[in-house]
Nanobody, 121 residues
């Protein structure tokens, strides 16, 4: 089991940037890969990006490729989501999650509490 705590969400204007942070703790941190998901208003939760702790393997959904970047700091057990060129469609509650495989979104089963990102037009 791992614990995940997100931070960094806030109101930002269209075209702006934001970095979300996820603090990961627990006895089996390195057994998991870490991903970001989001739950837009009125829509279902959707994957955003995921990474292995080495950073060698990453995955992104098409809607964020070229705009978002996921990274990890192994010394601090932190995972970050750098979001650039934000759009109103990026408005959502963003969740950090722990899973088994970077490219298997269904393997993510442990979740943080979420952080709200609102992009104003």
């Amino acid at each position: 089991q791992v614990q995940l705590v997100e931070s960094g969400g806030r109101l930002v204007q269209t075209g702006g940037s934001l970095r979300l942070s996820c603090a990961v703790s627990g006895r089996s941190v390195r057994r998991h890969v870490i991903g970001w998901f989001r739950h837009p208003p009125g829509r279902e939760r959707e994957p955003v990006a995921a990474t292995s702790w080495s950073g060698v393997t990453t995955a992104y959904v098409d809607s964020v490729k070229g705009r978002f970047s996921i990274s990890s700091d192994n010394a601090k057990d932190m995972v970050y989501l750098q979001m650039n060129s934000l759009k109103p469609d990026d408005t959502a509650v963003y969740y950090c999650a722990a899973g088994g495989m970077v490219d298997d979104w269904r393997s993510f089963a442990q979740w943080g509490q979420g952080t709200q990102v609102t992009v104003s037009s």
